[in-house]
């Protein structure tokens, strides 16, 4: 058994990212507060982002968006100014938030880099989403950066072969089961599931159960000697 490359996620795998979304949430909730009660509110914006990701895809600015339009549907298509300035200043601060990286993620790299190729597999806004990586001071520590719109079968294969020897001596790591774990086993690949304490509905997924390439790892910090340990 051989593995070369190391595919990782970014978003709630090297940085946190899931909680300022549901913050702003919360920020949401108390905006709408005359128009709808929590719940509704959730719910709505659950339905909202649902039907938007087709044509906006991943992301803060996404998110925006579908925050706007459910303004719209809840206050009777006749929001105050004042309130859609509130929804795009929240979005504002999303995007200009610091990056701060998850414990163990940069020792896990820095270790990882010296046998491995590691490549940056990640879903959402392009500009933002190589901000983020700057910002991080982690970009030099990868073979390949790739921002797509949706995570599948053949990203993992087309990325692998890309930046790799191959989906079958490639190992993914992140904390969507649903966009970072099956579809990468699918293809072939290892997946290294490490969860985060919150996540997007959207990207909840049944695990694969026995599936010999398949493990969850507690942090990240695991990932160095669990990767070495294939070989």
Known sequence: MRITTVGLDADDTLWHNESLFRLTQDRLREMLADYADHDTTNAKLAEVER????????????????????????AGGEPPGRLIADILAAGREMLSHPVEPLPGVEAALHDLVDGYRLVLITKGDLLHQEQKLAASGMGELFSGVEIVSEKDVSTYRRVFERFGTGAAEAVMVGNSMRSDILPALEAGAWGAYI?????????????????????????????????????
């Open 51 to 74: 039907r938007n990701l087709r044509l906006y895809g991943y992301g803060v600015k996404g998110f925006t968006l579908s925050m706007i339009e459910t303004a719209m549907e809840l």
């Open 195 to 231: 969860p985060y304490h919150v996540t997007w509905a959207h990207e909840v997924a049944d695990p694969p159960g026995e599936h010999p390439r398949f493990a969850e790892l507690a942090t990240i910090s695991d990932l160095p000697a669990w990767v070495r340990g294939l070989s």
